[in-house]
């Protein structure tokens, strides 16, 4: 066996325990190799490890205890285990956190239970009904394909007793399987849409990448339905073609749903999904599918990146821009960098897909790092919308009101031609604040420096930090007032109430993350409204991406000047991607699309760029500001973030880092902090920042470990490591 270990030899194991280091095993009977997956004794238990290679040789010899067994898995390949090897150094994360990414799946090495399955067995049944030759098509139309019985009675459209009716006749046959089937084959011979003259191009261009077969990352920036989405299936067919296997990676499970009934279209099954909404039972199916390449495509979320693919072609990251490929907890990476580094291993292909890229690929592409490409105008008849600001100084606005005339006019106008506005508010809830009118005492979190939330829909306050809630109270906290307690400010609540107070006939449906309790209900309610059971839509900024709205033809933001506040290095670029994003909801269908932004500020120079849309003058502003700063993606910047039950502890153990700072001095990089956090106390925990800022060549990781080594944590502090943070709370 070539590279392996044989019976007894000194082999290193990882394992996904928090010890951050390699341990040494002998190598069971039978042997072993890299890669293996392997259960272990540790301590009293046995635990999941990868052979990551030969054994470190410091531990005496006669007390190393033997591998329990070799998994029946696909071994972890030279690709998955370099990646996590550069990606734990990257984020300063130890290995077996990232391993702990890698085999997010149960019982991994376990025999898979069994399932009962159906397929066609031979001749007619004597009596043939409708349902039960509906049956008989299904079978015979998947070509020899099996199915559930939930999945056969479903796709025919019967109930589960006319497929056990058939058993009997032999024209279907019931067999056991174990539960980890392959996925269905994707067909990438079927045709796709024909494509229009600059969509061909970007797709030939995607296509060309992915079969020279090496590495390469190309931005793909489109307005929202230019055919970014089209074009980027052309470039997965292409990978299937050449028997590789790509991903794609969506922000949001609320996507995937329309998402994956395209693919179906487009190639004529559904892909393998990965993200929280997927069962433990499925999650071990395409872990285990994945390895072996019997899942071709995984439409997945962030964490899909650590799944064992045989043979990894393409990596698309749709919607780029989006901050949630940033984990901000646990293990924090960016899953889009992280993509670009997986592909370079891999010799992948990653296609970046925006229509508002995130300034780091915009400055990439600039630099010839990245390919680009750029689809121009709108498929079809569909226009960009049209945009303009509703000065909110010139109208009246009577207090406790948050549409303005002109927009409630504008509103109006749709109604009466039955078409639908989206009103778009980025903040959850009823109202944002409840203040006391007796003393002025303002409802905070007991746990966190933050307000509590006023959520009418649950007739609770809540936390939005730490998701603590509690009654509203109704009297004052603080002075004992009786029925003092006022909301202040809206949410998408509150504003649902005004719309409906405006327009008493039109159907008013929210979209707010919290008012469902599963992706499935979420994506329902999406559906039905993109059927046209609402008609006026209010929204957070859940209903910016990518949803397809065909009857809207009107967006009104109702506070554009809201992401602006505050000393976020990235408020100006979210504002202006937020924004454009949302306009390009109004006006998908055949009808020219209008948005309104409402503003105190209409000059602005991030609202006047978000109005005129001259996105290249507006990131050639942001560049040549961020260049002059020196700040990302023209300097580089990592987050330490201390957090402990006393405020002292974590200050003390922040200045003490700050007095030793030579490995940080010896890069050039700056130090800033210890300060209190923007957030100064989470879930009870109080919080101090550092930040380090350095010049984009210098070696920022080893220097920061350099520092950090000789710390010693005090009890119950924490300290987290965030490098390229995106968020400053
Ligand atoms: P994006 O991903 O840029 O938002 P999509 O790929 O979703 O754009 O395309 C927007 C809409 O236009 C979709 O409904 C899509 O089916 C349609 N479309 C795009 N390109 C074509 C084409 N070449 N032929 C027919 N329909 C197309
Ligand atoms: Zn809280």
Not at 98 to 108: I, N
Not at 196 to 211: H, I, K, M, N, S
Not at 269 to 295: D, F, I, K, N, Q
Request: contains cysteine; charged residues 25%.
């Amino acid at each position: 066996m070539s590279g392996g270990f044989a019976p007894g030899a000194r082999v290193g194991v990882l394992t996904a325990e928090p010890l951050d280091r390699i341990l040494d095993y002998l190598a069971p009977e039978g042997g072993c190799r890299p890669g293996d997956f392997v259960e272990v004794p540790l301590g009293p238990r046995r635990v999941l490890g990868v052979v990551w290679g030969p054994g470190e040789g410091g531990f005496d010899a006669a007390r190393l205890r033997s591998i329990g067994r070799v998994l029946d898995a696909a071994p972890m390949r030279d690709e998955l285990r370099g990646f996590l090897e550069r990606a734990a150094e990257y984020t300063l994360t130890p290995l077996s956190a990232m391993l702990r990414l890698a085999t997010r799946a149960p019982g991994l090495g376990d025999a898979p239970s069994m399932q009962k399955i159906y397929r066609r067995g031979a001749g007619l049944p004597d009596r043939m009904t409708e349902p039960r030759a509906r049956v008989i098509e299904v079978l015979e139309g998947y070509g020899g394909l099996a199915f559930t019985l939930g999945e056969l009675a479903a796709e025919a459209g019967v109930s589960p007793g006319v497929v056990k009716g058939l058993l009997a006749t032999g024209a279907v046959l019931e067999q056991d399987t174990p539960r980890d089937r392959p996925y269905p084959r994707l067909d990438p011979a079927r045709p796709g849409l024909a494509l229009a003259e600059d969509q061909a191009t970007a797709a030939a261009r995607l296509c060309a990448g992915v079969a020279n077969g090496v590495y390469g990352t190309t931005l793909l920036k489109g307005v929202t339905g230019s055919g970014k989405t089209e074009v980027y299936l052309e470039a997965v067919a292409e990978c299937l073609r050449r028997g590789r296997q790509a991903l794609v990676l969506l922000p949001e499970i609320a996507l995937t749903s329309e998402f994956l009934a395209r693919v179906e279209r487009r190639f004529g099954a559904r892909p393998a999904e990965w993200h929280s909404g997927v069962t433990m039972v499925e999650r071990r199916r395409l872990w285990r599918m994945v390895g072996r390449g019997e899942a071709q495509l995984v439409v997945g979320a962030r964490s899909a990146l650590f799944l064992p693919f045989r043979d990894l072609g393409l990596i698309v990251v749709d919607e780029e821009h989006d901050s949630s490929y940033k984990q901000e907890e646990g293990v924090l990476y960016n899953a889009r960098d992280m993509a670009v580094l997986r592909a370079s291993l891999a010799s992948a292909q990653v296609v970046l897909a925006s229509a508002t890229p995130s300034l780091e690929s915009w400055a990439n592409a600039e630099a010839g790092k990245y390919a680009r490409l750029d689809l121009t105008a709108r498929f079809g008849a569909a226009e960009l919308p049209e945009m303009a600001t509703i000065d909110l100084r010139a109208e009246d606005m009577p207090a406790g009101r948050w549409i303005s005339p002109t927009l409630q006019r504008a509103v109006a106008a749709r109604l009466a031609a039955g078409r639908q506005s989206l009103l778009f508010l980025n903040r959850r809830g009823y109202a944002p604040v409840t203040v006391c009118r007796a003393c002025g005492h303002m409802i905070g979190c007991d746990q966190c420096d933050a307000r509590m939330v006023e959520h009418r829909f649950l007739k609770r306050l809540v936390c939005h930090q730490c998701g603590e809630t509690k009654p509203i109270p109704e009297t004052c906290p603080s002075c004992g007032a009786t029925g003092k307690l006022a909301p202040v400010g809206p949410g998408v609540e509150r504003l649902a109430e005004e719309a409906a107070a405006l327009f008493p006939a039109a159907r008013v449906a929210v979209l707010s993350s919290d008012l469902f309790t599963t992706a499935r209900a979420l994506k329902d309610q999406i559906e039905a409204i993109a059927g046209g059971e609402a008609d006026i839509i209010i929204g957070t900024q859940l209903v910016a991406k990518g949803h397809n709205f065909p009857l809207l033809t009107l967006v009104g933001v109702i506070d554009a000047d809201l992401g602006l506040q505050g000393s976020d290095l990235r408020a100006a670029e979210r504002t202006f991607q937020l924004m454009r994003q949302v306009a390009g909801r109004a006006g998908r269908g055949a009808d020219q699309g209008v948005a309104l932004l409402q503003s105190f500020q209409p000059e602005h120079p991030v609202i006047r760029a978000i109005l005129t849309g001259d996105e290249e003058g507006f990131w050639r502003a942001e560049a040549a500001e961020r260049r002059a700063a020196g700040m990302p993606p023209y300097g580089r910047l990592a987050g330490i973030i201390l957090s402990a039950p006393e405020a002292k502890t974590a200050f003390d153990l922040g200045t003490h880092l700050a007095r030793n700072d030579a490995p940080l001095r010896r890069i050039g990089a700056q130090l800033y902090g210890p300060a209190p956090a923007p957030i100064a106390r989470i879930r009870g925990r109080h919080r101090v920042r550092l930040l380090i800022k350095a010049a984009k060549g210098a070696a920022l990781q080893p220097a920061i470990r350099d520092w950090l080594a000789p710390v010693k944590l005090p009890a119950q502090v924490r300290l987290a490591v965030d490098i390229d943070p995106q968020s400053f709370f």
